[in-house]
């Protein structure tokens, strides 16, 4: 049954939940819902890849103190059946903008890890969420934790993984380079919790204690004028890694690029459900990444890649030996199994599944 959705996100800036958000309102134009996307910030890098035809997007414009009036009027305006939200800002102004008098069935997304646990802020936060009629995690480490910490919840959370168009990927299978030599591709933007110290640390001491020829391509935000991605620039240059650890910038579209390396590397102190990571996987491609969050449910070790702990540098060095040690029909395997595991839980199939179980759960829909 085709359903009015308003969905609602800050921006379509360069982020992990923009992208999903893109995924989501893509697919359900798909279905035949009608779908408005309602944004209030004008950063649209993901903008070109809207469905324009099927897709209204509407930017709200408003001063900061006014924004939840202004959100609250667009989605009136939009008269949805329902309300989809990512991100907190966006999930408190959809909460406001869908009480009453007409109160409107809301879904809700956390796209991050409360990794301060039980915080006054989320404390006011999962209170405020008690008004939506579900909460999805794209994690089941932050599904998880909401069950456990706010019980009176746990009927309302639902963990939906990231969507990755894995038509779009080429795959890395039958291309694996020989061993020692490892062409690293990173996904991230240049900041603290993505821990590019440790990793240029790392490549460092690979190339000049284990004579590994081992190479990094850093795509991503690299804002100049901040001082870490100075800082990061620097130690580049202090440990020679010049010609070797390369920031290549924002890219909108890697889904050809990822088969040109022979693993993904993640050092993160802290993740979610990684984009960069699923994507990889469709990709055919082994990870390296830090034991934490939803890594540890992506990968598998030995399997399709190698854990490391973000906090120790020689944990990273041991991590990245593994893999330039393994040989071409491991490499082989570790991406075939990235690449199985992608297309059983992370395709687009998989994800409008469970978001129309959830839509019609949401508007008391009893259709098959």
Known sequence: MPVDITCVIDSLHSGGAQRQMV???????????????????RLNHFEPLIDKGRVQVVNVESSRFMRGFAIRRAIRKSNPQLVISYLTGPNLLSVLGTMPPRRIPLIVSERS?????????????YFIYRQASFIVANSQTQTDFIAKSYPGLSHSVRFIPNC????????RRGSCSESPTCRIIVVASVQPLKN???LVKAVSIMRKAYGIDITVDWFGRCDMEQSYSKSIRALVGQCDLDDHFQFRGNVMDLSTTYAE???????????GCANAICEAMAAGLPIIASNVGDNRVLVTESSNGFLFDPKCEQSLVDALVRFANTDRAQRQSMGLNSR??????LSPEKFIQSYTKLIRAAIGSTEE
């Open 340 to 345: 199985n595991y992608a297309e059983t839980v």
């Open 196 to 198: 590019a110290e440790t």
């Open 23 to 41: 995924y989501l309102v893509n697919l359900l134009a798909e279905k035949n819902h009608s779908v408005t996307l309602l944004t209030y910030h």
């Open 164 to 171: 990755i168009e894995i038509e779009k990927f080429q795959s």
């Open 261 to 271: 390396y022979d693993a993904l590397c993640l050092a993160s102190h802290f993740e």
């Open 113 to 125: 890890l409360d990794i301060h646990g039980k915080t006054l802020a989320n404390r006011f936060r």
